[in-house]
């Protein structure tokens, strides 16, 4: 499911299914990107940041173009102890690489991978520089 923003309207509450992981999308391009995913966060529960949420940049491959300072979303990703993942959706083997990525954070998330919950594949997946 997809949503350009949140939070996510009520008067479907009851028909929504449970959510296992929340991808934030930034467009590298984009600054209002940027900034409607921080407005977002806000609507997000403490405790799915434990695990359940990662931030994708996309449009990566265009650096001249490039509106947002990686720098910037790298501090937003360890504010929120969540991962960061860079890609470039318009390279058709980058696009598959992340969409496997996702898919296997979200299996993970939703308790399908027998002894990895989402908080210790977080912790797997920060860097050496972070301790």
Do not use: W
Not at 80 to 95: A, D, H, K, M, Q
């Amino acid at each position: 499911h997809l949503a350009t923003s949140l939070p996510l309207p009520s008067e479907r509450n009851h028909l929504r299914p449970r959510i296992d992981l929340v991808v934030f999308m930034i467009d590298i391009k984009s600054k209002y990107s940027l900034k409607n995913v921080e407005t977002s966060l806000a609507h997000v529960d403490a405790s799915f940041f434990l695990g359940k949420v990662c931030f994708l940049v996309t449009g990566v491959g265009r650096v001249n173009a490039c509106s947002i300072e990686t720098n910037a979303i790298c501090k937003l990703g360890k504010a929120y102890c969540s991962p960061v993942l860079f890609c470039e959706l318009e390279l058709e083997g980058i696009r598959v690489t992340t969409a496997q990525r996702l898919l296997r954070m979200l299996q993970i998330c939703a308790g399908h991978i027998p002894g990895v919950s989402a908080l210790s594949f977080v912790s797997l997946m920060r860097n050496s520089d972070d301790d």
